[in-house]
């Protein structure tokens, strides 16, 4: 029987790091030890500090529905955060909170592009980023990249890229899935190309802001003639363990973000009260009060590139921010493995899945097919069995 869905949800395709994860959680459910490196999420709990702001707003009975925008201390603490860390000044007006990032961005998309319009997208990128153009009926045009570049394009690549039809330009610094931090220099230098395009907009993901190693991000909105045209992309998940509490926030010229409320509006009104009391609280926190999960982060990068480092056929960088890895693995296409035969990046992160029981996500899901994606938001001991299990499978 066919079922009558619509053609937008069926050109839809299904996110592949959730995907993997369901597929992880199936195995698991029929008793085999699998260890997920798949998923993005930290696995250290929100801090005592958030989780007694969020309780002080359930006693002072904050229930009712909340402003569609966000309530307006937490966008005045938004703004005091965007000028703190990222010097850039943005008023309570242009701020927009949403039930996380994603939403922040699908906002963004579906108010901006129309049908045709062309979004480009830096490879690798986020997954949801080509699915949420996708539902905008935009085209997405990926510019590629390889481990030799550290994963960051040219500027001579994005002038190559841009037609009369690009609206878009969506960047992602620390980058998921590579880690990859663009400099003020290098972003400078993309947006001498941009400000000949100025029907051009520019999308910064900030997301994995605070979790770097040494190399502190720029934000694109930072340069001068740029500021007007980008729109600055955060949220709570990542950097303070909150991915369950939906809090993420824009910062956009004024007619972007109040378009963006009117679209919110009609989807999902307004973010959680409780979580939003309690984000005004992580917002407001020093970095200094997360820096330990960042330095753990570090740890336990260093490990899996010194353990992966050991096994022949993962070409590595050194990834300078979010808490993946994203190792090459091209030299294995063609090669025979435990008697599956190895043709791409998906034929490669299911033998881990299937011989190793460790749970990858194929690059292909982020355009950088020779790839493979590593979630290193795990436990120390998880990380070097399961590298030791992908060393033994491959050897």
Known sequence: MTHPLSDRISSLPVSQTLAMAA????????????????????????????KDAAIEAINQDYNSYSPVDGYVELKEAICTKFKRDNDLVYQPNQIVVSTGAKQSIANVAQVLLNPGDEVLLPAPYWVSYSAIAILCEAKFIEIPSSIDDDFKITPAQLEAAI??????????????PSGSIYSEKEYRALAAV???H??????????????????KPFSFAAIENMFDRTITVNGLAKAFAMTGWRIGYLGAPQWIAKACTKMQGQITSGTNCIAQRAAITAVLAPVEKVQYMVDEFKTRRDLVLDLLGEIEGFKLNIPEGA?????????????????????????FSLLL?????????????FGAPNCIRMSYAASVVQLKEAIQRIKEAVS
């Open 194 to 196: 941009l400000e000949k």
């Open 323 to 347: 808490f993946y890895v994203f190792p090459d693995i091209s030299a294995f296409f063609g090669k025979t493995v435990h008697g599956m035969k190895i043709e791409n990046a998906n034929d």
């Open 198 to 215: 100025p029907q051009i907009y520019i999308l910064s993901d900030e997301i994995y802001e605070h979790i770097n190693y040494g190399v």
């Open 163 to 176: 037609t009369p039809k690009t609206k878009m330009v969506f960047f992602n610094s620390p980058n998921n």
């Open 353 to 365: 899945l299937e011989k190793a029981n460790v749970a990858t996500v194929t690059g292909d899901a």
């Open 23 to 50: 597929k992880a959680r199936e195995l698991k459910g029929q008793g085999i030890d699998i260890i997920s490196l798949s998923l993005g999420e930290p696995d250290f709990n929100t801090p005592d500090f958030i």
